[in-house]
């Protein structure tokens, strides 16, 4: 009887694979479970182990493209080979050594290969990227033991181990995945290491080749897309050097070896006599001094979905922004004279945020289209200020959410502020605490920025932008005075926010700002 071996489903958005390399060879006799080749899509590699215990008759040769589905290969299961197997096994000379193939053979049937998936870990969230591994390819890890970092466009995850076992490695770190891919295996059980003793009493010379030729199987072979770049430069794939797993040739191999080819063939064509005196005289005798090097990074998950969005948004918004301007200078004076008091109390500084965090939400109490969103033919009005803070983490933007800050205090808001920032810095914060959010905060004057004009958060209506405080001459009951100013800009989608709208609430914040004592009276 023969067992069609066919492509497996891998993920959602992957339609074929590549046969990457084979483990085995047509003919050979292989065991349940046991891999037998490597499959390769434009996220990830996958192990495809065998089903049945059989000869296996190979039907797709390696480079081969397959769409899901299609039959790689065939295993024919024969209970006569089984038999004589056993009977060969039976006069062994040493008696001693059958039990231990026996023990070896029962330890590799208990043997399992767990498939560790990426998880759902959000609603919106599709696909995630391997920031980093914590352990390396063949380390024995722990249960609950974390293997690697996920990056999303929104955060970052740690995956843990869900048995204990011996690490395969499937997804090498900054491969991007979809959710439920593999992203890597564990052999549970002795199975993988009692193995080559099954084989050591059978042939010396194959028991040690076999582990070189395991270790480098991957080596040379080129992934489909870097097979596709040396394909279209016509380069052979044997005269790259791999640097993947396994020294498996990656996209950015060969794109270092078109590099290199082209430089190699450019430059002896600078000093050639044929070329004419008027010919582009600068270029080819003024030598460039100085390091001219280019490096290439691919995008972070995080980096590519805020660059997206932020395209989006001004595609579908009808986004204008109104300014206005802010004497610090009350707000600055009731700093100086309670902060210490403030902090030895409360155990966080005073700081400017919780003052317009405070301001807003009053504001936003008095013109509820500013606090609103679109939700196709629909407005959805929010009663309750869930404050979005805009952070600069080390990975990119994040914006993590102060929830009811109508209801906090200066010193509950303060204490929020520290508290996402330092989860932001160290990239802890989790979507429940950056999900949401009815209206955004950004300060740009930290960085020193004068002025500007913020991109709304979607699907937020309308974001608030600080800037940096300069001391302006400003005329002030007709005497001119100096004067701590702040720019302040708000970006609104015209759709849902009239232009009176818009004026009048960054008008009250500028009064509730330049008068604290209405934020403590509530008037």
């Known amino acids: 009887m023969a067992i069609e071996m066919k492509v497996p489903p891998v993920g959602e958005s992957i339609t074929e694979v590549t046969i990457a390399t084979w483990n085995k060879k047509d003919g050979d006799v292989v065991k349940m479970d046991e891999v037998l080749c490597e499959l390769e899509s434009d996220k990830a590699t996958f192990e495809l182990p065998a089903e049945a215990e059989g000869v296996l008759r190979i039907v797709a040769k390696e480079g081969d493209t397959l769409p899901i589905g299609a039959i790689i290969c065939t295993i024919e299961v024969s209970h006569e080979q089984s038999a004589m197997s056993n009977a060969n096994a039976a006069p062994i000379p040493i008696i001693e050594v059958a039990p231990v193939a026996e023990n070896s053979q029962l330890k590799a049937q208990s043997s399992q290969l767990i498939e560790i998936k990426v998880p759902a870990v959000g609603e919106s969230i599709t696909e995630v990227t391997v920031s980093s591994w914590n352990k390396k390819e063949g380390d024995s890890v722990k249960m609950d033991e974390v293997l690697c970092e996920l990056e999303s466009d929104k955060a970052t995850f740690e995956l843990p181990s869900e048995v204990a076992g011996t690490l395969h490695i499937v997804a090498e770190a900054g491969t991007t995945l979809a959710i439920g891919a593999v992203v890597a295996t564990i052999t549970v059980g002795a199975g993988a290491v009692a193995t080559p003793s099954v084989s050591t009493p059978v042939s010396t010379p194959q028991a040690t080749a076999t582990p070189s030729q395991s270790e480098s199987y991957a080596a040379g072979h080129a992934s489909p897309a870097a097979a596709k770049v040396l394909a279209e430069k016509g380069i052979d794939a044997s005269s790259v050097a791999g640097t993947g797993v396994g020294g498996r040739i990656t996209k950015e191999d060969a794109q270092s070896a078109v590099g290199s080819q082209q430089s190699a063939v450019s430059s002896p064509s600078i000093p050639t006599p044929t070329v004419a005196p008027t010919s582009q005289p600068v270029a080819v005798s003024i030598p460039q001094s100085g390091n001219r090097n280019q490096r290439r990074e691919k995008m972070t998950s995080l980096r590519k979905t805020v660059a997206r969005r932020l395209v989006q948004v001004k595609n579908e918004t009808a986004m204008l922004t109104t300014f206005n301007e802010v004497d610090m200078k009350p707000i600055m004076d009731l700093r100086g004279k309670y902060k210490d008091k403030f902090k030895e109390k409360h155990g966080v500084g005073l700081g400017f945020m919780s003052f317009f965090t405070k301001a807003v939400c009053v504001a936003l109490k008095e013109f509820p289209a500013v606090n609103a969103s679109i939700d196709g033919e629909?407005?959805?009005?929010?009663?309750?200020?869930?404050?979005?803070?805009?952070?600069?983490?080390?990975?990119?933007?994040?914006?993590?959410?102060?929830?009811?800050?109508?209801?906090?205090s200066l010193a509950g808001i303060e204490g929020e502020v520290v508290r996402l920032a330092t989860l932001a810095k160290n990239n802890k914060l989790t979507l429940q605490e950056m999900s949401g959010g009815t209206f955004t905060i950004t300060n740009g004057g930290v960085f020193g920025s004068m002025l500007s004009t913020p991109i709304i958060n979607a699907p937020q209506v309308a974001i608030l932008g600080m800037h940096n405080i300069v001391e302006r001459a400003v005329v002030v009951e007709g005497q001119i005075v100096v004067r701590p100013i702040m720019y302040v800009a708000l970006s609104y989608d015209h759709r849902i926010i009239d232009g009176k709208e818009s004026v009048s609430f960054l008008v009250r914040v500028k009064q509730l700002l330049e008068d604290p004592t209405r934020l403590l009276l509530d008037v």
């Not at 803070?389 to 906090?408: D, Q, W």
Request: charged fraction near 20%; include cysteine.
């Open 378 to 408: 629909e407005i959805v009005y929010n009663d309750f200020c869930d404050i979005s803070i805009a952070v600069s983490a080390p990975k990119g933007l994040v914006v993590p959410v102060i929830r009811n800050a109508e209801n906090l």
